[in-house]
């Protein structure tokens, strides 16, 4: 599949999304510097959220509307509050989609209702994602697919079944191409709660492209994902962790991103095929195996023994499998020491 100039699949390198979510901190000047550092670090794609406080929750501070888990990253406090911290503001959409575009990144985001859909129809936005939270929303869902527009569906918490429905209802309502992201909806998440064996399956099992949401800290897991087949990773991105921000304890800076797009790109370049025997590239190197050299003088009729006949480095003589049936076979001339023992010499 396609997204704008950009080939997504096995065939191509992995499409690396940089998710700026809320790590502006209110900064329109900050935003388009994330979308700068993003570009320069050789993401693909710049990823930003399209919601509101209000069309997200209620304006409550109180029972299941407060966060009290205490292990949460954002304990304390409201879900509106947080969503009011963390949403990009709409009017900066069209600034920080220009700024991406004249820097040649792919700009698109993650509507959460039909009002944000229709913001972005407007921007013309290339593809579209569905965050994890949402995907078992099927209204909204039928509603980006109906744009006709490619697809990238996390899938955190969602079972096979759920994830039966989503796809059904995304594809029966115009969405041609689709890509299913791998999640933990956990942040950060741990690297042994990612579970990655579960790309190739759902590649399998729903016949479409398939990547990695990570929400882990480093790059080990996106990169080991690569080797099961994730064409596409998301990772949150910001400018410095020290800044704070509603995200930033579990998304990458500059140079990591940087480090990612490379070493990603070296994961899918060492798959290539199944292959035994030496690669054009190592021909040159049998020289370097061990064969059997004469290392002493001998005259003719000498006898070959363990003292006189060595396996060593380089390879231009006999195989050293042959040195038992040698050993004891006398030569037929002179040799001098450091001669490649060959059939012809015996």
């Known amino acids: ?64 509307f407060h966060i009290s888990d205490p292990n949460s990253l954002w304990a304390g406090k409201s879900l509106y509050k947080l969503y009011g911290e963390a949403h990009t503001p709409w009017e900066w959409h069209k600034p920080i989609f220009e700024r991406a575009r004249e820097l040649g990144i792919i700009a698109f985001s ?14 013309e936005v290339p593809c579209y994602k569905i965050a994890s939270f949402e995907n078992t929303d099927l209204p909204l869902i039928r509603r980006v697919a109906t744009t006709g527009k490619p697809i990238i569906i996390s899938t955190g918490m969602a079972s096979i079944a759920e994830l039966d429905e989503t796809v059904r209802a995304a594809r029966e309502a115009g969405c041609k191409d689709l890509i299913l992201l791998k999640c933990t909806s956990t942040y950060p998440a741990t690297a042994d709660n990612t579970n990655i064996l579960t790309i190739p399956h759902m590649r399998e099992l729903f016949d479409c492209e398939v990547g990695l949401s990570d929400h882990t800290l480093g790059l080990g897991v996106s990169v080991a994902s690569v080797a099961l087949g994730a064409s596409v990773i998301e990772k949150h991105f910001t400018l410095d962790r020290a800044d704070g921000g509603v995200d930033s304890t ?97």
């Open 250 to 346: 579990f998304s990458m800076e500059p140079a990591e991103m940087a480090q990612l797009v490379v070493e990603s790109e070296r994961a899918w370049q060492a798959l290539g095929q199944v292959s035994y025997g030496a690669t054009d590239a190592e021909k040159k190197s049998i020289v370097y195996r061990r064969s059997l050299y004469v290392v002493q003088d001998l005259k003719a009729g000498d006898v070959l023994t363990k003292n006189n006949v060595r396996a060593i480095r380089p390879g231009l003589g006999l195989a050293t499998k042959y040195l038992g049936m040698v050993l004891g076979k006398a030569v037929k001339q002179a040799v001098k020491c450091g001669t490649a023992l060959s059939w012809e010499l015996i």
């Open 110 to 123: 993650t509507p959460f209702d039909g009002t944000a859909v229709d913001l972005l129809e407007s921007l």
């Open 1 to 64: 599949m396609k997204i704008e100039d950009r080939f997504i699949g096995r065939d191509f390198p992995p499409f690396i999304i940089a998710e700026m979510s809320g790590n502006h901190n209110q900064s329109l000047e900050r935003a388009l510097e994330i979308v700068e550092a993003a570009a320069k670090s050789g993401a693909h794609a710049l990823k930003i959220q399209t919601y509101t406080p209000d069309t997200m929750t209620l304006d409550l501070d109180e029972r299941e």
